[in-house]
């Protein structure tokens, strides 16, 4: 299964199908708890970049989103954007907290992480994030391809177009980015066309070789 996570859930509460919910603890845009209610699939980020995280903020969240525990993907611990160092050392405070509430738990990739800084036996998904030359590059994938190996759930940030899912990403287990709240018509197409295309079978093939950095369903580009 792959699906396509929206921070602005309400216009599509009636389409589970291709589309969950994606929300973090500083701005919420409407729609996250009528989504819960109707069991749509989910991931909670946290925004530690943000001045408006804090921890006691998070475990509130925690604490509140318990009774929708089963239809979670991930609690995304906290991370730093583009900082490797930083990221580690925010997972080494904080990673044991989605599994004390009983959420799966989820790690951010940053750019310059290798196979080997994951805490793998420490994860239920890993989150692609870092830059686009990270997350579409031999880096990212072969982060992702390691995850796969492993049967974790892997989740990529900030696509913005169906286009952009099957260019790069047709191995994701799930994506999201901001596209269906600025642009809800506009895109909201593509985005189900591209999901039910990953879903029919072609995608889900990640093969990594030295020199190709990008794939198309079934072609790589090198």
Sequence with gaps: MTIYLSPKPQHFLNDPVHFGCIFNVAKQVGGQFEALEL?????????????QWSEPKWIRWLERLQPYRATCLGIVVPDRPFDREGTLADFERYGHIPRFYGYPTTFVTQNGMTVDDIPWSEIDCLFIGGDDDHKRGYEGQQLALEAKRRGLWVHVGRSQSGTAMLDHWTWADSLDGTTLVKHPTQQVESITAGVDYINAGTGHQLVLLPGVWSYRPGKAVI
């Design 39 to 51: 069991g749509c699939w989910w991931i909670f980020d946290n925004s530690r970049f943000t001045n």
